[in-house]
């Protein structure tokens, strides 16, 4: 199956942009959604298809593509941001219907 | 609104079995794909299983293949997994999820439910 790859911990200041990104060779056919996970927490999609944000999901939360690298920026990260964030898109070897990375954790210091 | 209601966890010993059911509510269940995802204790999210809105299409992880069996009861708003030949890395977090569009995005979760598999 095809594999989505997240830098492990990121770090960003109080009020401050962040882009947390996921690369595969899937992406480069197939838009990548997001999900934040707090402790304890199921998971919340924040982006889905181009850049597409659910009700009740803040507008600093915006996603980007290119090539094989999708990015889900946070723009004036906030204290309740602080979570896992992790990438899924659909799987280009047709034998899965989906992919996860392997998450990202999101330290806003 | 919508809701998805996880049930059927717990601790089951290496070899055993277990069935997973997910009541839904607050939207047409039989209009929507959906999917299980599991998650390990302290691990990232790993993708299960997937069942088309009539049932007739099916995927499976290949970690979970020839194990587990999805389905689902359209008439009883309910999504099942059957879980046997269970091993020590089946524990995890299953979590209920329906898909936005065909094979598409996960836009509701359940809570979940741990299965433990431990002698």
């Known amino acids: 199956s095809s594999e989505l790859t997240q830098d492990p911990a990121v770090s960003v200041a109080l009020g401050q942009t962040v882009r947390i990104t996921c690369q595969g060779d899937?992406?480069?056919?197939?838009?990548a959604s997001w999900y934040q996970q707090k402790p304890g927490q199921a998971p919340v999609l924040v982006i889905y298809?181009?850049?597409n944000r659910p009700s009740g999901i803040p507008d600093r939360f915006s996603g980007s593509s290119s090539g094989n690298t999708a990015s889900l920026t946070i723009t004036g990260a906030q204290a309740e941001d602080e979570a896992d964030y992790y990438c899924n898109s659909r799987d280009s070897s047709g034998n899965h219907p989906r992919v996860f990375g392997g998450g990202t954790k999101l330290t806003v210091l | 609104q919508v809701q998805l209601v996880e049930s059927g966890g717990g601790l089951v010993k290496p070899g055993g079995s277990l069935r997973l059911s997910c009541a839904a509510s607050g939207f047409t269940f039989s209009d929507y794909y959906m999917s299980w995802i599991r998650q390990a204790p302290g691990k990232g999210l790993e993708w299960v299983s997937y069942?088309?809105?009539?049932?007739?299409?099916?995927y499976y992880a290949d970690s979970v293949k020839g194990r587990f069996t999805i389905s689902r009861d359209n008439a009883k708003n309910s999504l099942y997994l059957q879980m046997n030949s269970l091993r020590a890395e089946d524990t995890a977090v299953y979590y209920c999820?329906?898909?936005?569009?065909?094979?598409?995005?996960?836009?509701?979760w359940g809570q979940g439910t741990l299965v433990t598999v431990s002698s």
């Open positions: 298809g181009k850049n």
């Open positions: 069942i088309s809105s009539s049932g007739s299409t099916i």
């Open positions: 899937s992406l480069r056919s197939y838009y």
């Open positions: 999820v329906r898909h936005l569009a065909v094979a598409g995005d996960f836009d509701y």
